[in-house]
């Protein structure tokens, strides 16, 4: 805009300097022919645009006059639009120089808008009095409708309505004291159906491989049930919940063997594979690196590679979970630069090579 307002002042100078050696007569003749020229075209335009410049330009040469004066004059717009613009002018102009002051009261510091935030992700029974009160304790003065509006502004639901405990916090609140199960099948390379028996401890990420079968019978599975109790009963086990689908396969009799040893079945909804997230995850890591990569010729071999699976799996597989660290085997401390500058890693196979560990070499 800047450059066009300088174009036109250049231009209008230049008109102003061509219209000195004119005389009066001359003037009143091209006033006349560029009256009778607007005319013309205002019965040819029914409304002309204006850029800002152009309102810039006619408001600043038009200001002086009044508006009687500017009535007489043939103007393609009407006299109180050209004052308008100059109103504008002067309000643009009085904007520039004056920054306004804030009203009311200032803004919350960003540190207690965040330590709000935190008091209310991680007490979601406690609304904004609440927090406003322990805020006080803190030594932290700020009102009530203060904490309101910052977490109205974030999205965060009043107390009641966020005070609801969802399957996943259940989950990781009680690890220490779950057990999911569950059966999936494989077949071998006669095409015959063999089904797996696993456990899976929520805190450890520990896997029992109880047994594989062609055919589940609620014999078998009752007497999987015993076994697994001797075998948390051995290791010292806390758990008190089982989780496990419904699937016809668990019988009454399994479920009274594990509820008379102290433990509470836990049964997922139907067809909600995510209510046994951790077992199913782990389902899927089994194919993934195990049955997908090898072939299974029959019942005995498949329980061979499912035991060499669950030592691997045990012993030597990073979880995330568990920060990298095995199930069975606590992360080591970071080894110092002198012996990273001499690495000497060995491979250690399992199962032909389809599964691989790697040591420090002794």
């Not at 205002?42 to 009044?66: C, E, I, N, W, Y």
């Not at 568990?322 to 990273?340: F, K, S």
């Amino acid at each position: 805009m800047l450059l066009r307002l300088a174009y036109l002042a250049v231009m209008n100078t230049f008109s102003l300097i061509r219209l000195l050696p004119m005389s009066d007569r001359e003037k009143e003749i091209e006033i006349l022919v560029l009256r009778h020229q607007l005319t013309v075209l205002q019965r040819q335009v029914d409304k002309p645009t204006f850029t800002p410049s152009d309102r810039f330009l006619l408001a600043g040469m038009l200001h002086h006059l009044t508006t009687d004066k500017l009535r007489q004059l043939q103007l393609l717009v009407r006299p109180d639009t050209v004052l308008r613009w100059h109103r504008d002018i002067l309000k643009r102009r009085h904007a520039a120089t004056c920054t306004p002051r804030r009203r009311g009261r200032p803004r919350t510091i960003r540190s207690i808008r965040t330590l709000v935030l935190r008091l209310a992700g991680e007490n979601s029974s406690w609304g904004y009095r609440r927090i406003q009160g322990e805020l006080a304790a803190l030594g932290i003065k700020v009102a009530a409708s203060t904490v309101w509006e910052i977490l109205r502004e974030h999205g965060i639901d009043p107390s009641p309505q966020r005070e609801h405990t969802t399957w996943a916090d259940f989950l990781r609140s009680q690890a220490d004291a779950l057990l999911a199960c569950d059966f999936f099948e494989t077949r071998t390379l006669t095409g015959a159906r063999l089904y797996v028996f696993a456990v899976i401890e929520h805190a450890t990420r520990r896997v029992r491989i109880l047994g594989a079968t062609p055919h589940p019978t609620a014999q078998w599975v009752t007497q999987l049930g015993r076994n697994l109790v001797m075998e948390l009963e051995d290791a010292g086990s806390k758990a008190k919940f089982l989780i496990r689908d419904r699937d016809s396969k668990f019988t009454v009799a399994f479920d009274e063997v594990l509820t008379d040893a102290g433990l509470a079945v836990v049964k997922s909804g139907i067809r909600v594979p995510r209510m046994n997230s951790i077992m199913e995850r782990w389902i899927q890591a089994c194919r993934r690196e195990l049955l997908d990569r090898t072939l299974i010729w029959n019942q005995r071999h498949l329980l061979h590679a499912l035991r060499e699976f669950e030592t691997f799996y045990n012993g030597h597989r990073p979880h995330r979970a568990l920060r990298n660290a095995a199930p069975l085997r606590p992360l080591r401390e970071p080894i110092d630069e002198a012996q990273i500058t001499r690495l000497d890693i060995r491979r250690q196979d399992r199962l032909a090579g389809t599964l691989h560990e790697y040591r420090h070499a002794a």
